[in-house]
Structure formats: C-alpha cells, structure tokens
C-alpha cells in the first residue's frame, strides 16, 4: 500500500480544507491525476496523485480540515493486492448526516486521543471579539497563542498574529506593485505588442466572482503573498545582480517570426524570455534548486511565473519542463496557466512544483525588478520592460530595444559568480532567439 | 466661585433652593425637614426662607405625605418629597409602586404625576443594616418611574430642576456617604440631561460602568490605572431607569471590555441589567467576559472596616482591572 498524504502546496501552506473528492476507493489512477480539490488560501486547488495504481481507502472527510503531510489515501500499487474500503459516505458528498459522520469515524478508526485533540480544537477558548476579527482577517484562531484571562486568546493576540503574518512587506517592485488597473492591458507578458492572441484574462469582477466561488477572498491571498515574503526576507540572504541586455536581435526575429503567423499563434517576447532562461538553468544548475537542509539540485526545470491579479496579490503557477518545451508550446502554455491563475483554478503541481521564478514587470514600464525569493527557491530572476536606449558597441554610439535582467539569489546556496554566469548565458541566449 | 470647593450636601441644598425660586408650585416636604433642617441637614434653614407652607414638616407616616404628595401634584403643583433615608421607602412603596407609577397608564394617558422623591442611600457613617441599603436596583425595576442617582455635585446641583420639569414621577438617590465631600463645581446652563449617562473619564482599553458612589470611586481607581499605563472609561449610568444604552453600548463597543461596579448587592441588580444588555448588544465586540464588582449579599455590618469592605473600593476596582488586562 502506498500512502498518499496532503500536499504543501507552497512554503506557506500549513493546511487546507478537503472539498471534493474527484475517486472512490476502487478507482484506478495514474501519476497526475486530479484526485481531489482542496481549498487553500491561494483559491481551489486540483490536487493530483504522484502514483500509479487504485484507491484503497480515502481517509479524510470532505470539508475537514487537512494539515499539510496529513495522511488522505491509502492507495493499491498496480499488480497488487489488498483491501478496497469502501467509505461509507459518497466520495463528493459533504458529510452532512450525523449517521454517515458517525459511520465514516468508525470505518477509519481514529485513535480517541486523536479525536479527542480534534474535537477539542473546535473549541478554542477565546473573545468573541478575537473569534470575529480572526474570521474577517482570514487567520485560523486555532494557530493563534491566547494571553488573555484563563489563556483565552484576545484581540491583542489575533492583531499580533495579523501583524507578525503582513509584517514587513518586501520593498521590491514585485511585491510593492499594485495589480494593474481593471482598464489597463493584459499583464502577462514582458512587452507590449503583439496583444497576447487567444488570451481573455479574467476581468476584475470574474477575477472577484472566481474569488467567491472559491473561497479565496483578497485578503487571504494578501496573507498567503505576505507570509511567504515575510519568510523570504526573513530568512534567506539575497544578493542581488543586475544586467543589460541588447534585444535588437530577439524582437527583430520575433517581428519576423510574427510576421509570418496568423494572429493566435504569435509569440510574445516572454517566450524568449523563459526559453532564455530555461536553456541557461541547464547550464547553471544551481540555481534550479531548493534550499531544504542545504542546496536540492531539482533534475527538472519548471519555471513559476507571476501573474499579477487585478485587485491585488500575485498566482505563481509553475510552467513544467519549460527546458524541453519549444517557444509554441511556451506559448500555450502561457496562455492555459495566467486565465486559470486569475481564475484560482490551478493545479497543485503548478502551485507547488517551481524550481524558480520569473517576474516580469516590463509592461507597466519599470525597467528594473529586484525580487523576493520565493522560498524554498533559491532564485528570483526579474525583467522589466524592454525600451529603446543609448547602446555602444564597438565605439559606436546606437539606439537599441534594451531589457535589463537582475537576479535575487540565496547567497547561502551560491555566490555571485554563480549568479553572474547565468545572467551572462540568458544574454548569450537572447543573441540567438532562431536558435532558442 | 467656579473654583472654589463646595460640599455635595450644599449643592443639594441649593438647587432645592434654586427650584423654590424659579417656581410657586414646587414645595419641600417630609420628615423633619423644617424645625430640624433635615435630617442630614439638607434643608437647614430653608424653613427660614421660604415659610411653612414651602417647607413642609410631616407626620411620621411615609405612605401618607408620599400619598399626599401624588395627590399635590395631580393638583398641578410640583412637589418634593423627602423620604429620610431609603429603608423607610418601603412604608411609601405601595404609593409609588402602585399610585404614582402606575395612574398614568391607569387613566388612559389623563393624569401624570409630576412628582420628585428624594431620599438618601447607601452606606453612611456606621448606620448599621438597617440604614445602609443600597436599592436603587427595586427601583430602577419598576416601569413608570424615572430613577435617577447623584452620583456628582455636579448632578447634586443640577438634577433636580430636570426631575421638576419631568411630568411624570422621577426617583432620586442621594448618598449619605458623600455629603460632607468637597468638590470644584462647574455651571450647568439649564441643568443636566437626565435622559442620558455620562462619560466622566475618556478611555480606550476598559468602561468601568457605575453609579452613585461607584462614580468617585471609579475615577480614583481610573487616575491610578492611569499610572499604570491602562486608560479606563468611566461612565456615570445617571438614570437607572431608563437605562441609556446608547452611551453604555458605544462605550463597550469602543473599549471591548467592562466592568461595571455598584454597592448595590450582586444579584437581580443594576450591574446584572447592565451586563445582560451588553451581552445581547455588543457580543462581538467583547475581548473579556464582563466583570462585576457588587456589594456583598449581607447585611451591611456595623464595625466600619467591614462596612468598608461590604462595598466595593478603589483599590477593588483597579486589581480587578489590572487582573482582566493581565498586568497584575
């Protein structure tokens, strides 16, 4: 039997809440399929399975709430045997009788001190003051230390709560800049023409309606951003490079490129962008890593990229294998990931897979992005807009389409010559673009 | 003048005065507030100055001056009546509770009863448990009255000309305890409003709610945590019937805390009214359970420390906050 326990779905996920269910034990499943939905502070989640094989036994109710590492399934290697359990309750159902509840209980036989501890987490002793502030600002109370008369949790300890999750704010543009106002362009991609083909991102009130649907309402997502930054700037030391690249060559062959294209099939500049880096991760490996108990090389190159929501907060979805994929496919890629990011419908391995990030600010005409890590990354790599500037070569003086690349990275994980050479392959790269 | 010291009893006394004065309908009456002056010598020398028939000393039978004075004032005149100390009130009760209270309703809306009964509460000096009652809350229980308590000298002075313009029968409580107690007085231009409660002290972190002798108290209790870093809301109840929700609840509401403080024993009482209502108003807003400090469910001893220690104190006070903020 294999287990299948609840994902961390990011640095700063500690749990979620189960909703559906998507098998039933017998189901035969194979590696990537979505087994289950969890409601997080970043929206729904499709959670997808890492194994083969058939569901044994689903151990986790829907609507309970689920610590990250929590055992959900237990779930029947291919070519195996063993016992099918059928929950009593309908996979999908809410369990809504106090009989199907009171079944479910004794088909998975939880230890009573286990019950015990769970039942006495619903009643956290507190102010009803405390309880309501903690429910507008989104914080489970049950994490939350109570200082007042007889350790009962009071407002002070949910605004220290409240305080030590948004404080410091990281200063970097990534963070500090608001989403795009509702009428400004579609933020995607670094630069400006063409209009993303084939795109419809999320308007402001669907962006609100999916927000609805989902439970995720700006402030939670505020607090996951929050979280995670705090925790970057907390704990990883960053250093910072910074460097310009000519792009004459690049948008020239884009424009070329595009040129030839009927209109959805266009490539936008970010494109090159990724490919660029992807193709110099393979040659800086270091970088494409955690840092979990020291450096974790990843073997693949899934690059998360920031989409910036209208009315606040950023989705980082994860573009898998971004090395192997052609610039076509980065394209589509691009084009399935940023409308479900604003929609909130993203996959768990999207949300938890990146082995580092792209920020992209060009857009909103900044020509300079110093990020925040997000950790257990080790990597933050930053491009601002692509604008036309002085340029020497040769001793010559030229006006050149010019984009300044930086890079934020964990200066416990590598050095600055480290850092150095991957910025200098991404410019090497980008001199090419026919043969990214 | 404004700052020069006055006694809380000097200020009862002159706006008995004042309204003698400013109106031919309103008269004195009770017992030995003539000859004697008044018992706790409230009305010294008024007999002097206005004459017998303003000044009116009565038999001992508080069922019959207070009947008489119901009847003065279905006559259209505005009658004080002074009941010596509030044990005797319950030989007037039947009066109040059943006459002056109620023939309003009683006559479909034809006569009010503009009637003010003083009379003096509380623990005094070693009055022992048969002087020293504190029951404003039996009052405060019945529909009809205004109950007012003087907590101040400012409402010691300024009290009692709203009481007389009031058409229907207002109670008030005066504190034996606090008469001789000097004060600074500030003018109140046509009196005090005797509809509403009073802010005494501004604070952020705590409303301490009391009333009458709770009031001083609570702002020598508030000075001190004042020391201590906690700032406490006092807020004067001043009419105990009926009670002004709107001050108490926005105080609650702002502070999140309360405890309300009375001499009045702890159950059935004004501090129980007070806490229900803020429970069924502003649960959400409350970051502590409310606390209470009552007076002790005995009779009031003779032997002054355990009379001191039948009420609550200052010091009661600021433990009980400083416990409930978790500074102690």
Redesign the interface.
């Known amino acids: 039997m294999l287990e299948y326990r609840m994902p961390s779905l990011g640095a700063d996920m500690e749990s979620g809440f189960l909703r559906e269910w998507h098998v039933k034990p017998g189901d035969k499943i194979k590696k990537g399929d979505i087994i289950a939905e969890v409601e997080t502070q970043k929206g729904i989640i499709d959670i997808e399975v890492f194994d083969d094989g058939t569901i044994g036994e689903l151990l986790v109710q829907v609507d309970e709430k689920v610590p990250v590492g929590t055992l959900m399934a237990m779930i029947i290697p291919p070519g195996e045997d063993g016992e099918i359990k059928e929950t009593p309750q309908k996979s999908a159902a809410p369990a809504t009788t106090p009989t199907a509840a009171e079944e479910a209980w004794i088909a998975t036989e939880p230890p009573p001190m286990a019950e015990k501890a769970a039942a006495a987490e619903h009643h956290v002793r507190a ?6 502030i903690a429910e507008e600002k989104g914080i489970d109370i049950a994490t939350i230390h109570g ?3 007889e350790g ?1 949790i ?3 300890d949910v605004e220290h709560a409240i305080t030590a999750r948004v404080a410091p704010v990281p200063e970097a543009p990534k963070e500090a800049a608001p989403a795009p106002p509702p009428a400004s362009p579609p933020a995607p991609v670094a630069a400006e023409k063409p209009a993303p083909p084939a795109q419809a991102p999320a308007a402001p009130a669907e962006e609100e309606k999916a927000r609805q649907a989902t439970g995720a309402s700006a402030e939670t997502i505020r607090m996951a951003v929050a979280a995670a930054m705090s925790k970057s700037n907390r704990e990883i030391p960053h250093y910072y490079l910074e460097t310009r690249i000519d792009m004459r060559r690049a948008m020239a062959w884009l424009a070329e490129t595009n040129k030839q294209r009927p209109v959805k099939e266009r490539l936008l500049p970010a494109v090159l962008l990724l490919k660029a880096v992807a193709k110099a991760l393979n040659e800086v490996p270091d970088l494409n890593a955690w840092w979990e108990n020291g450096l974790q090389r990843k073997p693949a190159i899934n690059i998360g990229y920031v989409v910036a929501l209208r009315t606040g907060g950023i989705m980082v979805p994860a573009i898998h294998d971004a090395d192997n994929k052609s610039l076509d496919e980065l394209m589509q890629t691009l084009n399935d990931l940023i409308p479900r990011a604003r929609a909130l419908r993203l996959r768990s391995s999207e949300l938890a897979d990146s082995t580092i990030t792209v920020t992209s600010l060009g857009e909103g005409g900044v020509e300079t992005v110093f990020g925040v890590i997000y950790p257990p990354q080790v990597a933050l790599v930053g491009f601002g807009g692509i604008t036309d500037q002085p340029w020497t070569e040769n001793g010559m003086l030229d006006v050149r389409p010019v984009l300044t690349a930086t890079l934020a990275a964990d200066h416990r994980a590598t050095d600055g010559s480290t850092g150095s050479r991957f910025l200098t392959a991404i410019k090497n790269y980008l001199q090419q673009p026919e043969k990214l | 003048m404004a700052t020069s010291l006055i006694t809380y009893r000097e200020c009862l006394k002159q706006a008995i005065r004042e309204a003698l004065q400013g109106d031919e309908r309103v008269f004195l009456m009770g017992e030995d507030v003539g000859h004697y002056g008044g018992a706790f010598a409230v009305s010294k020398g008024l007999l002097q100055e206005f004459g017998p028939e303003r000044i009116m000393d009565t038999p001992l039978s508080e069922a019959g001056f207070t009947g008489a004075g119901i009847g003065a004032a279905l006559g259209g005149m505005r009658p004080i009546v002074e009941i010596m100390t509030i044990n005797f009130s319950l030989l007037a009760l039947d009066q109040i509770a059943n006459n002056a209270a109620t023939l309003l309703h009683m006559s479909g809306g034809q006569l009010n009863v503009p009637l003010v009964i003083r009379m003096s509460a509380g623990i005094g000096r070693q009055l022992a448990a048969q002087h020293s009652h504190s029951w404003e809350p039996l009052f405060a229980h019945l529909p009809g009255l205004r109950v007012l308590s003087v907590g101040t000298h400012e409402d010691a002075r300024y009290m009692l000309a709203p009481a007389l313009l009031d058409p229907d029968p207002v109670i008030i409580f005066e504190y034996t305890s606090m008469l001789n107690l000097e004060q600074e007085l500030q003018p109140v231009e046509g009196g005090v409003d005797i509809s509403k409660a009073k802010i005494r002290r501004e604070g952020k972190d705590i409303s301490i709610i009391t009333y009458g002798t709770g009031v001083y108290k609570a702002l020598e209790a508030a000075a001190e945590l004042a020391a201590a870093g906690i700032e406490a809301e006092v807020v004067d109840l001043r009419v105990l019937r009926p009670l002004d929700d709107e001050t108490i609840l926005a105080s609650v509401t702002k502070t999140s805390r309360a405890i309300i403080v009375e001499d009045a024993s702890r159950s059935v009482s004004v501090s129980s009214e007070v806490s229900a209502r803020i429970t069924e108003n502003c649960f959400y807003d409350l970051d502590a359970p409310v606390q209470r400090l009552c007076g002790a469910e005995v009779p009031i001893p003779y032997p002054k420390h355990l009379e001191d220690a039948a009420v609550p104190q200052p010091a009661q006070i600021v433990s009980a906050i400083k416990k409930l903020l978790q500074h102690a």
Not at chain 1, 127 to 132: C, D, T, V
């Open positions: 102010s009803p003051l405390a309880k309501r200082t007042g008369p009962a009071i407002r002070e």
